[in-house]
T-cell receptor
């Protein structure tokens, strides 16, 4: 399977715990995006990487959230001191990053987080 | 006001019906427009891009009116397999917002026998 992969697919945690999610983009895709989707809503942008550089962060990304893409390949999203409001589907997407603003973004299957 | 607004539905239609979804966006700087489809508990997938001249892909027709900041999707001859959530999506170019997608809340479609 050469699509975007995410791990884990599901995560249940207790409030106050830290969680980390991983995203592996399509091979050689330079751009990587994280989105969050809550029930009944469309995905909302969290952050974006061009290779290893994090170029934009949404105001939704509080200080408890951190994302990295250290070698320009896979990315991790960490949530510290989780809150019940963090319960959502966390989606990763990638695109080739060759210059066109309307590049198709390919989404991974998502990580579904439930904070108890 | 949300940047992209859609009628959430749900739309319940019989097989073979024609159904239309509407979407408005608030940022006049928006440059690219799409419809994504999302099946229950799955990731969004690109259905089609939307151009000012209108475009058609089989039973699906998308239209864009930049003056009114309005996007539409028409599905003809609905199939059971068309049941899904349809997401209206825009992108805004400029600065570092390169390719960031802004989604509407989605419109739920259920096609019944």
């Amino acid at each position: 399977d050469t699509g975007v992969s995410q791990d884990p697919r599901h995560k249940i945690t207790k409030r106050g715990q830290n969680v980390t999610f991983r995203c592996d983009p399509i091979s050689e895709h330079n751009r990587l995006y994280w989105y969050r989707q809550t029930l009944g809503q469309g995905p909302e942008f969290l952050t974006y990487f061009q290779n290893e550089a994090q170029l934009e962060k949404s105001r939704l990304l509080s200080d408890r959230f951190s994302a990295e893409r250290p070698k320009g390949s896979f990315s991790t999203l960490e949530i510290q001191r989780t809150e019940q409001g963090d319960s959502a589907m966390y989606l990763c997407a990638s695109s080739p990053g060759v210059g066109r603003v309307w590049e198709t973004q390919y989404f991974g299957p998502g990580t579904r987080l439930l904070v108890l | 006001r949300k940047e992209v607004e859609q009628d959430p539905g749900p739309f319940n239609v019989p097989e073979g019906a024609t159904v239309a979804f509407n979407c408005t966006y608030s940022n006049s700087a928006s440059q690219s427009f799409f419809w994504y489809r999302q099946d229950c508990r799955k990731e969004p997938k690109l259905l089609m891009s939307v151009y000012s001249s209108g475009n058609e892909d089989g039973r699906f027709t998308a239209q864009l009116n930049r003056a009114s900041q309005y996007i539409s999707l028409l599905i003809r001859d609905s199939k059971l397999s068309d049941s899904a959530t349809y997401l209206c999506v825009v992108t805004n170019a400029g600065g570092t917002s390169y390719g960031k997608l802004t989604f509407g809340q989605g419109t739920i479609l259920t096609v019944h026998p």
